[in-house]
């Protein structure tokens, strides 16, 4: 199983940035996507981006041109650099990754992200 530790996580005021870094551990053989998904209170969780390992990413029509997300392969990193934060993107962020031939999929413990108005 894959070990993922978020980080990067705060308050901060709307208009402001922040990133999050999710760090690997653990034996496996590949991972084939990495990603990150948030939960706000009283909602589903939902995705918010995700990389394949060639280097596709897609985004939620919420975040697209404000949210970049970046994975280093060689540490097995995934990044996700936040711009202009609203205060709607005020959630639990976690970061998963999708490990193997049948593409299990692991999580982090989340990381908490609230923007103030």
């Known amino acids: 199983q894959v070990q993922l530790v978020e980080s990067g996580g705060g308050l901060v005021q709307a208009g402001g940035s922040l990133r999050l870094s999710c760090a690997t551990s653990?034996?496996?053989?590949?991972?084939?996507?990495m990603g990150w998904y948030r939960q706000a209170p009283g909602k589903q969780r939902e995705l918010v981006a995700t990389?394949?390992?060639?280097?596709?990413?897609r985004y939620a029509d919420s975040v697209k041109g404000r949210f970049t997300i970046s994975r280093d392969n060689a540490k097995n990193m995934v990044y996700l650099q936040m711009n202009s934060l609203k205060p709607e993107d005020t959630a639990v962020y976690y970061c998963?990754?999708?490990?193997?031939?049948?593409?299990?999929?692991?999580w982090g413990q989340g990381t908490q992200v609230t923007v103030s108005s």
């Open positions: 990389i394949i390992s060639g280097g596709s990413t």
């Open positions: 998963y990754a999708a490990v193997g031939i049948t593409w299990r999929t692991d």
């Open positions: 653990g034996s496996f053989v590949s991972i084939n996507a």
